[in-house]
């Protein structure tokens, strides 16, 4: 898997937008960007993907640099639902018939109130 | 909204015993995964399943873990002779088809103590 970069943790009030940065500099062209989200003591959750584009869906956006070499995922209207941890990951495009999952460490967003 | 099953939520047993964790997958997926997660540490991958065969497993898969699909909707997680390091959150998870490659579904998890 490319190496992904994350910070530790974040902060955001309730209400307003999360922004979750990651670093994947050393990406392949065809590797696609994927998000992850686990709340405490659950299974992890897909939340987005994307290539090169801007992909949005009802969880979140996921904005990519025109480079490729990091993105942003962002929460429009944090809730303290949201409060999990997020994995950003880079998995490799040849993944044949397995297509495991890789995750890091991942950024621990807290949303207060 | 389908979703992936898992049971029991909790599970002790004693060193030495055998154990089976259960998994109900997202009904027409074809792939489907075990992955384990000790407190306070990683998601860790341990073997991928299609076609009723093992596709890859970890280094953490060894002999004393197995997988089986018993009747086309169960997906069963076996540790034949459990160690107190097995104590962990175990995730099943099930997968389309190719097409969509690494989106995954993760059942809530069955925690494994061994004392």
């Known amino acids: 898997d490319a190496k992904t970069t994350q910070p530790t943790s974040m902060d955001c009030a309730e209400g307003r937008a999360a922004n979750l940065p990651c670093n994947h500099s050393?990406?392949?062209?065809?590797?696609?960007v994927y998000w992850y989200r686990q709340i405490h003591s659950q299974g992890p959750q897909y939340i987005i993907h994307?290539?090169?584009n801007n992909e949005t869906n009802e969880m979140a956006s996921l904005i990519i640099t025109e480079d490729r070499k990091s993105s942003t995922l962002i929460l429009p209207h944090a809730t303290l639902r949201d409060t999990a941890v997020y994995y950003c990951?880079?998995?490799?495009?040849?993944?044949?018939?397995?297509?495991?999952?890789?995750f890091g460490k991942g950024t621990l967003l807290t949303v207060n109130p | 909204e389908p979703e992936v099953t898992q049971t029991p939520s909790h599970q002790v047993t004693q060193m030495g015993q055998e154990v089976i964790l259960r998994c109900v997958p997202i009904?027409?997926?074809?792939?489907f995964y075990w992955y384990r997660q000790i407190l306070g540490q990683k998601v860790e991958f341990l073997v991928s399943?299609?076609?009723?065969?093992?596709?890859?497993k970890s280094e953490i898969f060894d002999d004393q873990f197995s997988v089986e699909r018993p009747d086309g909707s169960n997906f069963t997680l076996k540790i034949r002779s459990t160690k107190l390091e097995d104590s962990a959150m175990y995730f099943c998870?099930?997968?389309?088809?190719?097409?969509?490659?690494?989106?995954?579904?993760f059942g809530p998890g069955t925690r494994l103590t061994v004392t």
């Open positions: 009904s027409n997926h074809l792939y």
């Open positions: 399943f299609y076609n009723n065969e093992i596709s890859e």
């Open positions: 990951i880079v998995p490799p495009n040849s993944g044949g018939s397995n297509y495991k999952l890789t």
């Open positions: 050393t990406i392949s062209g065809n590797e696609y």
């Open positions: 994307g290539l090169k």
């Open positions: 998870a099930s997968r389309r088809d190719r097409s969509i490659s690494y989106e995954q579904y």
